[in-house]
């Protein structure tokens, strides 16, 4: 088919040029389009099991339908399910996700076009497009659930012994669709099974699964703002069953295109490719060069200090705690090992501590019960666990710690932090915390002992901030990833130790140079706590995506080291006033307080977009989490909101959100330096 029946008449003009291919590999099916003298050349396959071979044998049956030879290509795009595995030899090639390639087909085929519901093979996907040019504004995927998808819907056709083909056109047959109410696969393929039991027809049940579905999807448009001008792609899209639904629900109508829109992606992959062929760029842009600096020493010091204490070879009590508001001066004055219990735990280790907990607790906490219950070392070396409690799922695990495996102590701590009350109750507490630690040792703690450990603690405070603020820095000298390992040190280590380590890294940052590239987009990682070992964000980020996290801003990052504690007065009055005057955690009221220290901590370190990352469950950062974003959308700073546990299942489509996201802040970066 020629440019002219398709694409939009201003924007025909913009797709000549010598021969370029995109292949969009999906979960089901592969699709492949080839832009060659003003014609277009779209296909479609089965995906096969092996990703590069599928890209292959389109590829080849490609270019066999456009009448070209391989060599002649000056450009291919690969995006889609199967992208990652995607390479084509002696062909300059590039690999762009789904969301980008999907919103720039359609704005090709539709400049009018302001929303896309995406819905594919195993997963779907709403994005908020800029008409003018086609690129992604703001977009989100449904979760790891395939309820919604294409996967379901032939699920479904299955069920009610139809071909998929039918399962659309049969559910407009009815006015009376069946209510399906399980949001998830599962549960509604039961609910399936017993409407056809009770007689239910065919027509009324695939009519009742496309509403349910379309409701699913109106969520998704909901959460990117639903206006007119919805278009609609994927391999779902030619479901007419679908289209209705999300029609009548939606309210808007979905444009009609002029190119069947299973092909959109691909289409926009090889617009992508014709966008890249005409600049003088066509490499990949490699992530910066990685420094020298080495933390193996924090690293092993710290590995080395676990195994002696879990060899009860250093002479001391030892203890556990959990929250970051437990004060380390009193502890490091009991002359005891503590040990900040806050490590990432395996798919076994959660799955255990869930037998103890409920299931609608996050894995974090899941993590600490399930260590103990399965004898990790490290938790049996523990004599007592402390817990000052700001969330109320840790209080249940600190209770549960005591009823099941030993002795544990609870603290309670203010919510309201600025009153006077909450501060002296604080106190309170902190001196019944430090009276526990004289009876566990059989050792008076001093007050003199305790000013000096504040006096410790602040110095390696200092420096630990001084190290990240070399973060502020065009080229960070130190990925986001390893100042969490060096800051999680300050939860094991004794601050002594600590500040002789802290200052040999300070130095040494301090020599790198920078270097002599394009610097990386710029990153904060806001919400919730990120564990000992829990790293697969950061490595997908800095590592595959080549971007940088240069602050946190949640209880286990640089913000546990803005503050210092007064040196001059009661050291308990000031333990009370300093941690309660540190960045507090969301459960401390006004809300709007904590908010406004984090839009600040972005803007101080320039960040070019934000992760908003919490666990799944999580109660005090999942619940606050439009209040953040309308803040950082006030300052004009895009978030990506991410909930996690601790499988990896959802590894791939974390990969693609995270690269759609950099994406929008690459276009960004870019149109505002043209502007």
Known sequence: MKFADVIAPKLVNDLNGPPVAGIDVGSR??????????????????TDINMQRTADNLLVELLAVANL?????????????????????????????????????????????????????????????????????????????????GRFLEKVAQLLDLDLSQLGPISLETKTPAEISSQCVVFAESEVVSLRAKGSTPADIAAGIHLATARRVKNLLSRVGIEPNLAFSGGVSNNVGMRKAIEDLVGYPVASLKLDAVFAGALGAAIHARQFANTTTTQVIKPVEENSVSLSEIIHEVNRHQAAIVAGATGRHSVGYICSYTPLELMSAAAINYVRLFKMGSTEIVASGEQITQ????DFTKSILGAFKEGVPLNKAMEKVYTFYTCDCIKKVGEAIGDFFGPSEIYNLPRLRHKESSREYYRTEIVNFKEDLEKLTGRAISDEDVGDRIKLYNLVRKTLKKISD??????????????????????????????TLYEDLYHRLSAVASFDQKPPIRLMMAGGIVADGDRRLLEIVEDSLGARIVIEDHCTGARNVSFQINETIDPYTA???????????TRMKPLEERIHISGRLAQEFNVDGILY????????????????????????????????????????QLKTRLEAFIE??????RVRKIA
């Open 359 to 362: 299931s609608v607790f996050c």
């Open 69 to 149: 030879k391989y060599e002649e290509l000056s450009y291919i795009v690969g995006t889609g399910y199967g992208r990652v595995a995607m390479s084509f030899p002696s062909i300059p090639h590039q690999i762009v996700t789904e969301i980008s390639c999907h919103a720039l087909g359609v704005h090709y085929l539709d400049p009018q076009v302001k929303t896309i519901i995406d819905i594919g093979g195993q997963d779907s996907k709403s994005v908020k497009v800029d008409p003018e040019t086609g690129r992604v504004v703001s977009f989100v995927m449904n979760d790891k659930c395939a309820a919604g998808t």
């Open 470 to 499: 070399l973060r502020k820095r065009d080229y960070p000298p130190i990925k986001g990833r390893d100042f969490l390992d060096a800051a999680q040190a300050l939860f094991y280590l004794p601050p002594d130790r600590l500040l």
């Open 664 to 669: 929008v802040l690459n276009e960004r970066d």
């Open 29 to 46: 099916q592969a699709k492949g389009v080839l832009l060659k003298d003003g014609l277009i050349y779209a296909i479609q396959a089965a």
């Open 613 to 652: 990352v919490y666990l799944k469950f999580c109660p005090c950062y999942g619940q606050v989490k439009h209040e953040f974003f309308q803040h950082f959308q006030a300052l004009g700073i895009p978030v990506l909101e991410v909930a996690l546990d601790y499988s990896k299942s959802d590894q791939g």
């Open 575 to 585: 333990l009370a006033s300093g941690y309660l005057d540190q960045s507090p955690c």
